[in-house]
């Protein structure tokens, strides 16, 4: 069972940027993606970025050029690099891993706010 535990959510002022990390118990080399999903209060939780096994990448229409989603094997670690923020982007920010199970992270808030 992979545990992933995120981080590096906080508040940063609109335009800013918030580096967040995903941290995976185990080796991710082998997982067929990597994604970070998004839920603010009174919406559904919706995919941002995924990175594959191969490491393609897709984004949603909302993040595309302003997120950037990358790995590091060697630590177990996915990021998802946010640029330009806006306040539609706070949410809390959650990791997931999708194999033959889908395994989630707790979160971490990121709020956007001047």
Do not use: H
């Not at 800013?16 to 603010?40: K, T, V």
């Not at 970025?49 to 909302?62: F, K, L, M, Q």
């Amino acid at each position: 069972q992979v545990q992933l535990v995120e981080s590096g959510g906080g508040l940063v002022q609109p335009g800013g940027s918030l580096r967040i990390s995903c941290a995976a118990s185990e080796s991710i080399f082998s997982i067929n993606s990597m994604r970070w999903y998004r839920q603010s209060p009174g919406k559904k939780r919706e995919l941002v970025a995924e990175i594959t096994r191969g490491g393609t990448t897709n984004y949603a229409d909302s993040v595309k050029g302003r997120f950037t989603i990358s790995r590091d094997l060697a630590k177990n670690t996915v990021f998802l690099q946010m640029n330009s923020l806006k306040p539609e982007d706070t949410a809390v920010y959650y990791c997931n891993a999708n194999n033959v199970y889908a395994y989630w992270g707790k979160g971490t808030q990121v709020t956007v706010s001047s």
